[in-house]
Protein backbone atom coordinates (compact mmCIF):
# COMPACT_ATOMS: atom_id res chain seq x y z
CA UNK A 1 0.00 0.00 0.00
CA UNK A 2 1.63 3.59 -1.09
CA UNK A 3 1.00 6.00 1.37
CA UNK A 4 1.97 9.64 0.48
CA UNK A 5 2.08 12.38 3.00
CA UNK A 6 1.82 15.84 2.34
CA UNK A 7 3.16 18.53 4.07
CA UNK A 8 0.77 20.81 5.58
CA UNK A 9 2.22 24.13 5.28
CA UNK A 10 2.46 26.49 8.37
CA UNK A 11 3.21 29.81 6.26
CA UNK A 12 -0.14 31.99 7.30
CA UNK A 13 -1.67 34.40 4.80
CA UNK A 14 -2.06 37.93 5.45
CA UNK A 15 -4.71 39.11 7.62
CA UNK A 16 -6.03 41.25 4.82
CA UNK A 17 -6.29 37.98 2.44
CA UNK A 18 -8.03 36.39 5.00
CA UNK A 19 -10.57 39.20 6.19
CA UNK A 20 -13.88 39.39 3.98
CA UNK A 21 -17.13 38.34 4.51
CA UNK A 22 -17.60 35.97 1.54
CA UNK A 23 -14.60 33.96 3.59
CA UNK A 24 -16.42 34.31 6.58
CA UNK A 25 -19.39 32.49 5.34
CA UNK A 26 -17.07 29.86 4.00
CA UNK A 27 -15.60 29.56 7.70
CA UNK A 28 -18.97 29.51 9.64
CA UNK A 29 -20.01 26.55 7.35
CA UNK A 30 -16.77 24.70 8.04
CA UNK A 31 -16.51 23.10 4.73
CA UNK A 32 -14.61 24.21 1.37
CA UNK A 33 -15.30 22.04 -1.51
CA UNK A 34 -12.94 21.49 -3.79
CA UNK A 35 -13.53 20.04 -7.52
CA UNK A 36 -10.31 18.12 -8.63
CA UNK A 37 -9.09 16.03 -11.94
CA UNK A 38 -10.52 12.37 -11.91
CA UNK A 39 -7.86 9.66 -11.77
CA UNK A 40 -4.99 11.82 -13.43
CA UNK A 41 -1.63 10.36 -12.75
CA UNK A 42 0.52 13.12 -10.83
CA UNK A 43 -2.69 15.87 -10.39
CA UNK A 44 -5.41 13.41 -8.34
CA UNK A 45 -4.95 9.62 -8.73
CA UNK A 46 -5.64 7.40 -5.52
CA UNK A 47 -6.64 10.33 -3.32
CA UNK A 48 -3.21 11.91 -3.40
CA UNK A 49 -1.79 14.30 -5.85
CA UNK A 50 -0.65 17.54 -6.57
CA UNK A 51 -4.21 19.31 -6.39
CA UNK A 52 -4.66 17.66 -3.25
CA UNK A 53 -1.50 19.11 -1.89
CA UNK A 54 -3.04 22.33 -2.92
CA UNK A 55 -6.21 21.99 -2.12
CA UNK A 56 -5.26 21.17 1.59
CA UNK A 57 -3.12 24.02 2.10
CA UNK A 58 -5.84 26.61 1.26
CA UNK A 59 -8.30 24.64 3.58
CA UNK A 60 -5.51 25.13 5.92
CA UNK A 61 -5.05 28.55 5.94
CA UNK A 62 -8.91 28.79 5.90
CA UNK A 63 -9.34 26.89 8.73
CA UNK A 64 -6.48 26.44 10.20
CA UNK A 65 -6.41 22.36 9.82
CA UNK A 66 -7.44 20.30 7.00
CA UNK A 67 -10.35 18.67 8.47
CA UNK A 68 -12.94 21.22 6.60
CA UNK A 69 -11.57 20.07 3.40
CA UNK A 70 -14.40 18.29 0.70
CA UNK A 71 -12.16 17.18 -1.93
CA UNK A 72 -15.11 16.24 -5.40
CA UNK A 73 -13.47 14.53 -8.25
CA UNK A 74 -15.14 15.84 -11.38
CA UNK A 75 -14.56 15.89 -15.29
CA UNK A 76 -14.87 18.62 -17.49
CA UNK A 77 -17.92 18.65 -18.53
CA UNK A 78 -19.30 18.39 -15.37
CA UNK A 79 -17.26 20.79 -13.41
CA UNK A 80 -18.83 24.12 -14.70
CA UNK A 81 -22.82 23.55 -13.62
CA UNK A 82 -21.47 22.04 -11.01
CA UNK A 83 -20.05 25.53 -9.99
CA UNK A 84 -22.84 26.98 -11.45
CA UNK A 85 -25.33 24.98 -9.31
CA UNK A 86 -23.32 26.29 -6.39
CA UNK A 87 -21.86 22.68 -5.52
CA UNK A 88 -18.12 23.83 -5.29
CA UNK A 89 -16.33 26.64 -3.90
CA UNK A 90 -13.12 25.96 -6.24
CA UNK A 91 -12.13 24.22 -9.06
CA UNK A 92 -8.62 22.71 -9.61
CA UNK A 93 -7.80 22.31 -13.63
CA UNK A 94 -7.09 23.08 -16.62
CA UNK A 95 -9.54 26.18 -17.88
CA UNK A 96 -11.07 23.65 -20.99
CA UNK A 97 -14.64 24.15 -20.87
CA UNK A 98 -14.81 26.83 -18.33
CA UNK A 99 -13.47 29.10 -21.23
CA UNK A 100 -16.44 29.05 -23.13
CA UNK A 101 -18.25 29.83 -19.68
CA UNK A 102 -16.57 33.77 -19.16
CA UNK A 103 -14.51 32.41 -16.06
CA UNK A 104 -11.33 33.96 -18.04
CA UNK A 105 -11.39 36.57 -15.12
CA UNK A 106 -11.65 34.89 -12.30
CA UNK A 107 -8.53 32.12 -11.90
CA UNK A 108 -5.48 32.07 -10.82
CA UNK A 109 -2.91 29.68 -12.13
CA UNK A 110 -0.73 27.14 -10.14
CA UNK A 111 0.82 24.37 -12.55
CA UNK A 112 1.69 24.59 -16.59
CA UNK A 113 1.78 21.19 -18.25
CA UNK A 114 3.00 20.51 -21.79
CA UNK A 115 1.01 19.28 -24.51
CA UNK A 116 2.95 16.40 -25.77
CA UNK A 117 2.92 13.81 -29.06
CA UNK A 118 1.86 10.43 -27.83
CA UNK A 119 2.71 7.36 -29.87
CA UNK A 120 3.48 3.89 -30.43
CA UNK A 121 6.00 3.98 -32.83
CA UNK A 122 8.74 7.25 -33.28
CA UNK A 123 8.80 9.54 -36.28
CA UNK A 124 11.07 12.49 -37.14
CA UNK A 125 8.32 14.66 -38.24
CA UNK A 126 4.63 15.02 -38.35
CA UNK A 127 4.16 15.50 -42.36
CA UNK A 128 1.27 13.21 -43.35
CA UNK A 129 0.67 12.21 -39.66
CA UNK A 130 -3.27 12.03 -38.06
CA UNK A 131 -3.29 13.40 -34.46
CA UNK A 132 -5.97 12.81 -32.60
CA UNK A 133 -6.95 15.58 -29.87
CA UNK A 134 -9.62 16.25 -27.28
CA UNK A 135 -12.02 18.57 -28.84
CA UNK A 136 -12.57 22.09 -26.88
CA UNK A 137 -9.43 21.76 -24.92
CA UNK A 138 -6.30 24.23 -24.79
CA UNK A 139 -4.38 20.99 -26.22
CA UNK A 140 -6.66 21.36 -29.37
CA UNK A 141 -5.95 25.00 -29.59
CA UNK A 142 -1.89 24.05 -29.58
CA UNK A 143 -2.40 22.02 -31.94
CA UNK A 144 -3.95 24.04 -34.26
CA UNK A 145 -1.84 26.68 -33.95
CA UNK A 146 0.96 24.02 -34.63
CA UNK A 147 -0.35 23.36 -37.34
CA UNK A 148 -0.97 26.40 -38.96
CA UNK A 149 2.89 27.41 -37.84
CA UNK A 150 4.84 24.47 -37.95
CA UNK A 151 3.49 21.47 -39.74
CA UNK A 152 0.95 22.12 -42.49
CA UNK A 153 0.82 18.81 -43.68
CA UNK A 154 -0.34 17.20 -40.61
CA UNK A 155 -3.77 16.29 -40.07
CA UNK A 156 -5.80 17.26 -36.55
CA UNK A 157 -8.85 14.64 -35.25
CA UNK A 158 -11.05 15.94 -32.79
CA UNK A 159 -12.25 13.67 -30.33
CA UNK A 160 -15.15 13.94 -28.03
CA UNK A 161 -13.65 12.01 -25.68
CA UNK A 162 -10.16 10.57 -23.98
CA UNK A 163 -11.54 7.20 -24.41
CA UNK A 164 -12.56 7.30 -28.27
CA UNK A 165 -8.90 9.15 -28.69
CA UNK A 166 -7.28 5.99 -26.89
CA UNK A 167 -9.23 3.52 -28.92
CA UNK A 168 -8.47 4.76 -32.02
CA UNK A 169 -4.62 5.16 -31.00
CA UNK A 170 -4.39 1.49 -29.97
CA UNK A 171 -6.56 0.46 -33.08
CA UNK A 172 -3.57 2.60 -35.44
CA UNK A 173 -6.37 4.79 -37.33
CA UNK A 174 -4.45 7.89 -36.09
CA UNK A 175 -1.01 7.89 -35.47
CA UNK A 176 -0.56 10.34 -32.60
CA UNK A 177 -3.05 11.54 -29.95
CA UNK A 178 -1.72 14.93 -28.45
CA UNK A 179 -2.23 15.99 -24.75
CA UNK A 180 -1.16 16.87 -21.64
CA UNK A 181 1.66 15.37 -20.15
CA UNK A 182 0.11 14.37 -16.67
CA UNK A 183 -2.47 12.62 -19.17
CA UNK A 184 0.06 10.70 -21.09
CA UNK A 185 2.02 9.49 -18.62
CA UNK A 186 -1.80 8.15 -16.86
CA UNK A 187 -2.42 6.21 -20.12
CA UNK A 188 1.18 4.87 -19.71
CA UNK A 189 1.46 1.39 -21.61
CA UNK A 190 5.25 -0.55 -22.33
CA UNK A 191 5.31 0.39 -25.99
CA UNK A 192 3.57 4.19 -25.89
CA UNK A 193 6.49 6.99 -25.85
CA UNK A 194 6.16 10.78 -25.71
CA UNK A 195 7.42 12.10 -28.91
CA UNK A 196 10.20 14.91 -28.55
CA UNK A 197 8.01 17.47 -30.10
CA UNK A 198 7.42 21.08 -28.73
CA UNK A 199 3.41 21.98 -29.05
CA UNK A 200 3.24 24.17 -26.20
CA UNK A 201 2.01 25.11 -22.55
CA UNK A 202 -1.26 24.51 -20.67
CA UNK A 203 -2.22 26.24 -17.69
CA UNK A 204 -4.14 24.25 -14.85
CA UNK A 205 -5.93 27.18 -12.52
CA UNK A 206 -7.82 27.41 -9.38
CA UNK A 207 -11.48 29.29 -10.24
CA UNK A 208 -14.05 30.23 -9.03
CA UNK A 209 -17.41 31.49 -9.99
CA UNK A 210 -16.51 34.93 -9.82
CA UNK A 211 -13.58 37.18 -8.71
CA UNK A 212 -13.83 36.84 -5.29
CA UNK A 213 -11.85 36.89 -1.74
CA UNK A 214 -11.13 33.05 -2.00
CA UNK A 215 -9.29 33.29 -4.97
CA UNK A 216 -7.60 36.21 -3.61
CA UNK A 217 -6.34 33.75 -0.74
CA UNK A 218 -5.07 31.54 -3.44
CA UNK A 219 -3.01 34.27 -5.09
CA UNK A 220 -1.78 35.17 -2.11
CA UNK A 221 -0.73 31.55 -1.14
CA UNK A 222 0.26 30.13 -5.15
CA UNK A 223 2.31 33.76 -5.12
CA UNK A 224 4.31 32.74 -1.99
CA UNK A 225 4.12 28.68 -2.37
CA UNK A 226 6.46 29.54 -5.98
CA UNK A 227 8.66 31.80 -4.27
CA UNK A 228 9.80 29.29 -1.26
CA UNK A 229 9.79 26.02 -3.98
CA UNK A 230 6.89 24.41 -2.23
CA UNK A 231 5.56 23.92 -5.97
CA UNK A 232 8.47 22.63 -7.13
CA UNK A 233 8.47 20.10 -3.88
CA UNK A 234 5.16 19.08 -4.95
CA UNK A 235 5.54 18.96 -8.48
CA UNK A 236 9.16 16.26 -7.43
CA UNK A 237 7.04 14.71 -5.23
CA UNK A 238 4.14 13.58 -7.77
CA UNK A 239 6.43 13.56 -10.35
CA UNK A 240 5.01 16.01 -12.31
CA UNK A 241 6.91 18.59 -14.87
CA UNK A 242 7.60 21.92 -12.82
CA UNK A 243 6.47 24.87 -14.85
CA UNK A 244 6.54 28.33 -14.61
CA UNK A 245 3.70 29.01 -12.16
CA UNK A 246 5.06 25.94 -10.29
Not at 20 to 47: A, H
Not at 84 to 104: I, K, P, R
Request: glycine share 6%.
Amino acid sequence: VLVVTVLVLINRPSATALSSPELDVIKSTGVLRVGVDEEIEGLYKNGAGYERAVAENIAAALFGSTEGLTLVPVDRYAAPWRMNDGELDLVLMSMTAFSQEGYDKSTVPFFTDRAVILAYEPFPSLAGKTVAVLEDTPAETLLYKYLESVEPEMVVLPCADYYSMRVKLRAGTVDAACLPRTVAVTWHESRTQILPFSIGSIDYCAIAKKESALLDLANELFYDWQLDGTFREWARQFNVEWGANG
